[in-house]
């Protein structure tokens, strides 16, 4: 919870912080990460009193970092001549750096959120695999973990998630976590900390900023206390979550049975035994590790690949986001880079006994590898634009429609190619017909029909031929509310 300390006693409080959760190492360099607003001054400004050869950790040197992120222009670079100027006053080692994190979000497909966060830790990790620091001090304080609980609710994160930021989390230390803005603010003001007022906090079109703004000024009006409530629930619910952390370290050695820097393998039956809970939290370890961090498996992703495991089908395999892939073959499983599996596969000269299939979020979009299409997904309900060329069928482009309540009947959806016995029943059909019938009846070329993605259902059914025909179980009617519209593009 948010220590309420008044301004003689914020230092002290850190220290305590400090010596509690043993933040620091027993000596080295620690990278401060600042931006030049009030609450990285404050951070730097603590720590350069704590530390240092009249501090009482004597043995710590502070190394100052600030990343530009090429988002603001002029007020961007003034920001970084702040910084460089205030570490100067103070005599403290300085690394700048910058990066277009406009690009990095186009070109990674990111919110310009996300992409400025792993931005940034990726620079405050090179300077300090630069130095040779061991930790990593931001300045998140106790609002911050307030605003990322709500997001994390928001977006139906789970028990990790609602836990919240820990003071200590691998290589990051949070120094000033438990304490609230108001008196980080009130202590730059009692030591007469200039800093720089960042713009973009008032900027709505990111989700932490209308949550700071906009929502959690509404839910206080139900319960004033509402910021220590949460950050209580986040206490509790940081050390349940360790407790699980902890079963999974037990069951780890059962279930997986060799583990490499791309590529691990789990023991099926093993993994069946498990309670639901730690399944999940093993397949989302899993994920982790594999990427180092990069795939985020949703809610649908692990639930799917449990299904895959549970499942009495012999075979079978997924592909996940961060280009992993889950294949089961019988009582063996695989978690890797789809590149680094197929490597194996080739090498062992093992040809896959499954039919591979894509989950299939909406709004989003999948891709079958080795195929050259691609299918999109865009809800259209009043509210969202239509997607470029979807009212004139853009060439290169084909375009189904469905009704998304009635699709919502088969999620999660996937994307797969035709098999051997596939059936469908098309729009005004009371009954099924053969697949291969209806791909003859389209007239789709004999050569595309191996490669058509198909979108089906959780039970398989299909649900649309791509491009061609919409199955009558999810038609549009006169009482359609909200329209899924299916994208099929030709891409390189």
């Not at 079963?247 to 309670?275: F, K, M, T």
């Amino acid at each position: 919870m948010a220590h309420a300390l008044t301004d003689s006693s914020l230092l002290a409080g850190v220290q305590t912080a400090i010596d509690e959760q043993h933040l620091f190492p027993d000596g080295g360099v620690v990278v401060v990460g600042v931006s030049g607003g009030p609450d990285s001054v404050c951070l730097l400004h603590v720590l350069k009193n704590l530390c240092g050869p009249v501090g009482p950790y004597a043995g710590i040197r502070v190394h100052v970092a600030h990343l530009d992120h090429g988002l603001r222009g002029e007020a961007g670079r003034a920001d970084a001549a702040f910084v460089a100027d205030l570490a100067r006053q103070w005599g403290l080692p300085f690394t700048p750096g910058r990066e277009d994190v406009q690009a990095q979000a186009q070109k990674t497909h990111r919110s310009l959120e996300d992409a400025a966060r792993r931005a940034r830790y990726a620079f405050l990790r090179r300077i300090a695999a630069d130095v040779g620091a061991a930790r990593i001090a931001v300045a998140h304080h106790a609002d911050d973990q307030v605003e990322t609980l709500v997001m994390h609710w928001l977006r139906g994160s789970g028990l990790a998630g609602l836990a919240g930021m820990r003071a200590l989390e691998g290589d990051i230390i949070r120094p000033l976590l438990r304490i609230r803005r108001a008196e980080i603010l009130r202590y730059c003001e009692q030591h007469r900390l200039a800093s720089r007022e960042d713009a973009s906090n008032q900027d709505r079109r990111f989700l932490r900023n209308r949550i700071r703004h906009d929502l959690l000024p509404v839910l206080e009006r139900y319960n004033p206390n509402l910021r220590e409530t949460l950050l209580r629930n986040a206490v509790v619910l940081a050390e349940e979550n360790a407790y699980i952390e902890a079963q999974v370290d037990a069951c780890w050695p059962d279930v997986i049975v060799s583990e490499q820097v791309s590529c691990l393998e789990g023991d099926v039956e093993a993994y069946r035994l498990l309670p639901l809970a730690l399944r999940r939290r093993l397949l989302l370890r899993a994920g982790w590790r594999i990427s180092g961090g990069e795939a985020r498996l949703g809610y649908r992703h692990v639930e799917a690949s449990d299904a895959l495991l549970l499942g009495s089908s012999g075979s079978g395999a997924l592909h996940l986001p961060g280009g992993l892939r889950l294949r089961r073959v019988y009582k063996r499983f695989t978690l890797g880079y789809v590149s680094e599996l197929a490597r194996k596969s080739t090498a062992s000269g093992a040809l896959p006994q499954y039919q591979e299939r894509v989950l299939f979020s909406v709004p989003g979009e999948a891709r079958l590898p080795g195929t050259r299409w691609l299918v999109r997904g865009h809800v259209l309900d009043g509210q969202n634009s239509p997607p470029p060329g979807y009212e004139r069928g853009e060439p290169g482009r084909r375009w189904g429609y469905m009704d998304l309540d009635a699709v919502e009947a088969y999620q999660p959806l996937y994307v797969r190619t035709r098999r051997a016995g596939d059936r469908f029943r098309t729009l005004g059909l009371r009954s099924e017909k053969k697949l291969q019938d209806v791909m003859v009846d389209a007239k789709i070329p004999r050569p595309e029909r191996d490669a058509l993605p198909l979108v089906c259902g959780a039970d398989d059914r299909i649900l649309w031929v791509a491009g061609y025909q919409v199955a009558d179980v999810v038609k549009l009617t006169p009482t359609t509310r909200r329209v899924l519209a299916l994208e099929l593009e030709a891409v390189l």
